[in-house]
């Protein structure tokens, strides 16, 4: 279902493509600019299973990417002044973002020497549970799990799994049926279930976190340089609408105060872990305005403009599946995210149809 899924939006974003329509409707389309979002960005992993590839691109695609931002009539900024740029008019030159979450190691040893040689400006959105080794990133613990195993037995809240996970398609079949549920139960028992099953089958987390995150040494030399914006991502990476409000803020506030403790900088920026409708929402938007963030960013697709609300910032994903320079710029052109919200609003019953919280679909 999800190869399904991803030859339909290739062939849709290569129909805009070819056809044209993207650069004649871009105009109409584009906003102000846009914020790109990556996460993993390392060599190529051979797997046939691989879940997860979205979240990763090749050092090769991330450099093509900014070398075509910068042969085009489009800037680079950072955070800061990409805020400044959406209070100007309209006709200001379109800028582009680019951001980088939860605060893997590879953003330190694959991506920066890039952006570093190419002197462009970039921010990485850190959850400093994986800097200080207290939390793991569950998603990649329940993938190195199904990896290894031919039979995957493990107990999340009430339901009892007993999955085979031998061949590729069993093994794809059991990531989505657990990731569902983990995604169902509160946080705090996600975390409980992955930790009992990854100590049930000998899985060392805190040897993963250590290998693939970010250490504080590695965290201070990237925010000593000009070109580098430590963004705050919470501590332990938890949907923040599944929390209650009290320990949602802390979650926010606690990070953004780790992060000027270890680096002496106090981050201005923040991205709400996942990022989507059901895990940041109005609540989350109020506490990072009346927390002080200067922007906040989620994972809603689209391009910003000056009428986006700035602790509800929309971004475009650099999608591992889609590591094509095409697909980069007709998704920048606005015109993909500019027929959702069409279509969306035709699905939608009449009398449903009021004005979004935020205006970053």
Not at 12 to 21: D, I, Q, T, V
Not at 40 to 57: C, D, I, K, M, T
Not at 208 to 226: Q, T
Not at 253 to 279: K, Q
């Amino acid at each position: 279902m999800q190869a399904l899924k991803i030859a339909g939006y290739k062939a849709g974003l290569n129909a805009l493509y070819w056809s044209g329509a993207s650069r004649l409707f871009a105009p109409m389309a584009r906003g102000s600019g846009a914020i790109l979002m990556f996460h993993q960005v390392r060599p190529p992993v051979p797997s046939a299973f691989g879940p997860n590839a979205h979240l990763e691109v090749t050092p090769q695609f991330l450099d093509a990417v900014v070398r075509q931002l910068q042969s085009s009539d489009i800037d680079i900024v950072d955070l800061d002044e990409a805020r400044r740029r959406l209070a100007e008019p309209r006709s200001a030159r379109r800028f582009v973002v680019l951001t980088f979450d939860d605060g893997y190691r590879n953003n330190y040893t694959h991506a920066y020497p890039i952006l570093k040689a190419l002197g462009v400006p970039f921010t990485i959105y850190l959850a400093t549970g994986f800097v200080d080794r207290i939390a793991v990133p569950w998603w990649e613990v329940l993938v190195d799990l199904i990896d290894r195993l031919p039979h995957l037995r493990m107990r999340v809240e009430e339901r009892d799994f007993d999955l085979p996970t031998e061949s590729v398609n069993q093994k794809r079949v059991a990531c989505q049926l657990v990731a569902a549920e983990l995604c169902h139960v509160s946080e705090d028992e996600q975390r409980r279930a992955i930790e009992l099953a990854a100590s049930a089958y000998g899985i060392d987390t805190h040897g993963m976190v250590e290998r693939e995150m970010l250490d504080w040494d590695e965290v201070r030399a990237l925010a000593v340089d000009p070109l580098v914006t430590i963004g705050a991502h919470t501590v332990g990476h938890y949907a923040l609408a599944r929390l209650d409000s009290a320990r949602a803020r802390l979650e926010m506030a606690e990070s953004r105060e780790r992060i000027e403790a270890m680096t002496g900088v106090r981050p201005r920026h923040f991205a709400y872990p996942y990022g989507s409708r059901p895990t940041a929402a109005e609540r989350e938007f109020y506490l990072a305005a009346d927390l002080g963030f200067a922007t906040a960013v989620t994972t809603r697709r689209g391009v910003v403009d000056a009428d986006s609300r700035l602790t509800a910032l929309p971004r475009i994903s650099v999608n591992g599946h889609f590591q094509s320079r095409h697909y980069v710029d007709v998704l920048l052109s606005g015109v993909p995210f500019s027929l959702e919200r069409r279509l969306r609003n035709w699905r939608r019953p009449a009398s449903s149809l009021a004005p979004e919280a935020s205006a970053s679909t």
